[in-house]
């Protein structure tokens, strides 16, 4: 204790005092401001101080204290004081003033005052926590890659926080997103939770906390950005939510590697489901490109038979349109091997076409999807042309035919209420231009970036992703580009630019001039009759001799006993004691050459080596003019 006292005996007296109680005081008397000042410590708990010294009086000592920058309480004694310099001293910041002849609440002024001394260091001591505590959260807060936010709801709905990270996640600064709360709650994604929060402030209505799934945003500079939101709500004393507190971290790159992955999850499956497909169609295609040969095989025999009267102009269009069916659904065939084998696949056949005729044959042969199943639904669907006059080119009329077909009816599919579909081509250049627009619901720019993507599908189960994929197969096998010109509620435009190139369309061939060769004796074996017959048929009409063997055994029997100058065979016949009847047969007859019927692909068993056994392969469905000619190559 710093007694500041000029004369002794007081001071004795007011320690006497102190020590009634029992208390032990360790005190230093004092005269003058040089003593005082000398003797001030943080190690003393109180001061007493004499109002009235002739050169240093308590209001001088409490500045001093105070200058010093101590906590020292300090109570004014005194022998006599009137009120107005009592309240002086309480105001310049004594702890309590007391007479000297009246010093039986001593005790309890000190004890008071050292407790006050005491409270006031501990909330100066919890106060520096608090504010390094604030400190290192803000700390934390500048310098966290996620945006950090406040956003008071009352009295006003404004946000008093948010972090410098959000100029690198939206491209806003703090500064400028507090200044606008709509800009701020419509980039941050916060809309709902605000509107709840206002609509229905009771805890009761709102969780203290939200986890949302990623929502989509938008950086200034225009690209996408998706955020995930963890928030809680601050309440009042009434559980009334009064702020919302959060952090919006920017997972872009996270919300992209999981969309990939799920991509190419589904892509599996569905390539997965694709190859199932492959195998099942594996064990009916055979059968399938069988009814397709005998279909294709008697229209060409008619076509071509010498007794036909030229001038019957119907029969041969009906003739011509039943080829020309077949003709696409073999095509459906080989696409179906494409999927299921792709490295087997083969370019575009290069033939002369003329894409008018080309556009016509699709307009007709998809004319009871957009005319009559449409008047079904109840809808009408106008079809119109403006087919400019242009040139011939190389390309496969079957694939550009497939082409039109997809589109035709994804066009149908876009126009649930009707519409009108236009077919319009130009030569520009050295390019053919192909547009096809429809007056449907039109696509958006995020599917028109993704339209031609495999197994991409905005139908559903409907659909399967593979229509506009195989369009885009097309146009690029035949060296061209695709292009979507489309808005929604304003229609779709696809164009298509294929580069002219010179073709000699040849001279026109009668149909009744089969190709001829020297005759020839040829073994015929297929597991299916009508085949057989119909392969008969031709290789007779061509002047040659065919014998039909019925079965594998057959077939033996006839080459061990019989020459032949071709063997013509099919690729899925039964395998014999575990080979293929082909490798049997080459043993009894190594130097006749084998024609290979292949149906979808199965001929990997006997065609795999250099020295195969095969001279050579032709597709099912049977064509006479591929047969014929494979049948004089081989034959020499």
Partial sequence: MLVLEDNPLDAELVVRELSRGGRSVAWVRVETEREFVANLSDDIDIILVDYALPRFDAIAAIE???RSGLDIPLIVVTGAIDDAVAVECLRA???DYLLKDRLARLDQAVDRAIAERRERRERAAAGAALSETEARLRRIAENAHDVIFRLDLVPTVRFTYISPASREVLGYAPDELMADTALATRTL???????????SPHIGANPRSYDYVPVRSRHTDGREVWLDHRQTVVLDDDDQVVAIEGIVRDVTAQYQAERTLREARE???QSEKLRALGQMASGVAHDFNNQLSLILGYAELLLARPGRRRDDGALVEDLQAIHTAAEDAA???????MFYRPTESEG???TCVHLNAIVAQAMSATEPRWRDQARMAGVVIDVLTDLADIPPTIGDAIELREMLTNLIFNAVDAMQSGGRLTFSTRADGGHIVLCVTDTGVGMPTRVIERAFEPFFTTKGERGTGLGLSMVYGVVERHNGTIAIESAPGQGTTFMIRLPIVECDEGPIVEADQMIRSAPRRVLLIDDD?????LIARILADAGHLATVADGCADAFSHLATSAFDVIIADSALPSWEGDHPVIRMRTLAPVTPVLLLAGFGETSEITAEPSSHVAEVVDKPIRTKRLLSAVARVTG
């Fill in 93 to 95: 910041g004594a702890a």
């Fill in 331 to 337: 095509a459906v065939v080989r696409r179906l091997q």
């Fill in 189 to 199: 994604r916060l809309e709902n939770l605000v509107a709840s929060s206002v609509s």
């Fill in 64 to 66: 001093r204290v105070r």
């Fill in 267 to 269: 892509r599996m499956a």
């Fill in 529 to 533: 009759p009508a085949v057989c017959r």
């Fill in 348 to 350: 575009p056949a290069a």
